[in-house]
């Protein structure tokens, strides 16, 4: 392919892009990022729970990361209210100024609300559910300033099994809230069941690909069932999902995820304290390339230094926020010492393309080596893997250029700057180091001021990741990968690959 094919090529893919129909309300561009009480809290909810985690997510820097909306989950309910066309009652004792207070309160602090209900009779919780309902409800969530809503899949009445039907059901309430006229983003959570990527595109801006996650690297649940190479074929999604069954899952359609319409690989565990370090480290990342919403689900008052790190790292959510919008996808798997790759530990390489920081038509790639090994592992990723899908069998013209290769975590805030973020914005700040929250601030990346599209744009330090080798054509990336963790590198086309790929022409 030539310089000029190149170009014409993202000319076409960005016509492809925009002729797609996604959700048409104009949100969640890029993956939605915010926060959910549920994985870490379940039940325990209240409006104290909403609007402390709030204020910490913007003193902590988080909302200035892309962290917006702050989600409510099941159980905020007391039933509906026949004295008022049904519509439904927020529980006075768990939320004693109501819901449009809360909302109010976190607009007031730049952040979005996000609510929760179900497209059943009763929610998970047994909570009162929307189907039957979906107008009064929509008109109650837009009428409380409700920014956001997650809609579930229990009791649905046996409305399910084939994909019309499912998204029939789904439609309704997308119907119900574009009616509204207020701009709600849509997160449907039906768990994969009935091929929601098939038809979840035109209704919603993301739909959840599996049953429910847990805090646990790779271990076989049985309630989770489906783990081969056909899991995306999956009549029971269940739970206890654990984080490397959620990513094969994803692997076999990351070709779904788009502008405006997301794989919702389910809310992070980071933080919730049964992985490691690294496992949350490879959680974070797999879900950054995969183009799933990044939503919190720890407990933002008790967070640790560690996480917040973790949380924190621009140069990854740079990754998930790109404005190309394509997911990365496997290129590989291999099971451990000859193992099958599905039922043992296996290693992996995904990886995707990226907008251009070069200024040329020559993509960035981001590459993920994952090993799911108990020991470190030698891992390798040829160029000709990397850009497999440009032409099989290393034929691909990036293999034939040279490549700057930068560590996405290498710029990892320390557990003690992120211990002094805490401290400062806790109003203990460390007069010993002199910390405060607006001078740690200063050094971190700021969405806020300035988007991920534009910081790439402007080749900032603090997105690009840290260079630690460049390779020349048909080169292979090394890492050393810890146990249960992962490597991840942003490459950028070096201008001399370029050249001499232009000369050849
Ligand atoms: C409702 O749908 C129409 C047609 O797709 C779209 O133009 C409009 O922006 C939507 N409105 C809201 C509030 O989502
Ligand atoms: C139910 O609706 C009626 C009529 O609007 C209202 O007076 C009453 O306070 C509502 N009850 C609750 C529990 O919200
Ligand atoms: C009852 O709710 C429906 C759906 O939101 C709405 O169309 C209707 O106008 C409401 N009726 C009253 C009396 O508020
Ligand atoms: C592979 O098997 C060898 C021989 O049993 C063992 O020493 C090695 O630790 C195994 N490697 C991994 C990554 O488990
Ligand atoms: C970003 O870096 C690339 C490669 O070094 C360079 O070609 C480009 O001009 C830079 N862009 C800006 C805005 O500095
Ligand atoms: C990666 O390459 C090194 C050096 O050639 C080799 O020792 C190692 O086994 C390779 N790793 C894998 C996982 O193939
Ligand atoms: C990585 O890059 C950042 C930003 O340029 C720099 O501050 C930091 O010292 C670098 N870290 C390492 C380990 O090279
Ligand atoms: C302040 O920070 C220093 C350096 O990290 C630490 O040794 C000290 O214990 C901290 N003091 C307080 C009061 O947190
Ligand atoms: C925090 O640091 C900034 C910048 O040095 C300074 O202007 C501000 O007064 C400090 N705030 C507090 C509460 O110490
Ligand atoms: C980030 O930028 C915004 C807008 O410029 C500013 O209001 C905010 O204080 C900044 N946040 C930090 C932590 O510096």
Known sequence: MSFRNLVVGAVIASLFTSRVRAVDNGLAITPQMGWDNWNALGCDVSEDLLLQTAELIVDYGLQDLGYHYVVLDDCWSSGRNASNNNSLIADASKFPNG??????????????????????????GGYAGSLGYETVDADTFASWGVDYLKYDNCY?????????????????MANALNATGRPILYSLCNWGEDYPWNWGSTIANSWRISGDVYDNWDTYDSRCPCTGADAWNCGLPGF???????????????????????????MLEVGNGAMTDA??????SMWAIAKSPLIMGNDIRTIAPADLAILSNAAVIAVNQ????????????????????????SIQLWSGSLKSTTGGAQSDMVVLLINGADESMPMNASLADIFVDNGPGGTAPQVKMSWEVRDLWANRM?????????????????????????????GRYNATAMSYAEGLAANSSLLLGNVTTTLAPSGTVTATVEPHGVAMFRLRALPTGMMRKRDEL
Request: with cysteine; aromatic share 10%; net charge negative.
């Open 322 to 345: 790109d404005p190309s919008g394509s997911s990365a996808a496997r290129r590989w798997i291999y099971g451990i010492n000859g193992s099958d790759p599905f039922t043992g530990p």
């Open 414 to 442: 320390s557990d003690e700057e992120a211990a002094a973020i805490i401290a400062a914005s806790s109003g203990t700040g460390n007069v010993t180091t002199g910390y405060n929250a607006t001078e740690v601030g200063a």
């Open 156 to 172: 649905n009445m046996g409305q399910a099994g084939n994909q019309q039907i499912s998204e029939a059901r789904y439609a309704t």
């Open 99 to 124: 819901m449009a207070a809360v909302a109010d309160r976190l607009h007031a602090l730049g952040l979005g609300f996000g609510m929760y209900s179900d497209a059943g009779k009763y929610t998970c």
């Open 240 to 266: 206890h999902c654990s984080i490397t069954n959620i990513m094969n899952k994803a692997s076999f359609i990351v070709s779904k995820a788009q502008p405006g319409a997301w794989n919702d690989l389910d």
């Open 279 to 284: 496992e949350y480290v490879a959680h974070f």
